[in-house]
């Protein structure tokens, strides 16, 4: 699984990342994370607010930082399919 951090560095973009970690830890998937910081490479995604969250290239949340439990919604769903 592929994840991606949409956000140019901000401390709401830095929660999501942990947020993201944490959620990944506890279930126990195995994923890449990468964040994006590149306001270019941001454009490339349909997201009007950052941070944004992206599993295996599909924007799944953006303009928001989601509770662990949320995240961890999204991340068993891709997982899943």
């Known amino acids: ?3 991606k951090i949409l956000g140019t560095g901000c401390p ?15 279930l126990g998937i195995d994923a ?3 964040k994006v910081k590149d306001i270019n490479e941001i454009m490339a995604y349909p997201v009007m ?6 599993i295996n ?3 799944v949340l953006s303009g928001k930082v989601p ?15």
């Open 32 to 34: 890449e994370v990468q």
């Open 12 to 26: 709401k973009c830095n929660q999501l990342e942990a947020v993201t970690r944490e959620a990944l830890q506890e």
């Open 49 to 54: 607010m950052t941070p944004a969250l992206v």
């Open 67 to 81: 509770g662990k439990s949320e995240v961890a919604a999204l991340l068993q769903k891709a997982a899943a399919a």
């Open 1 to 3: 699984m592929k994840i």
């Open 57 to 59: 290239e599909k924007v």
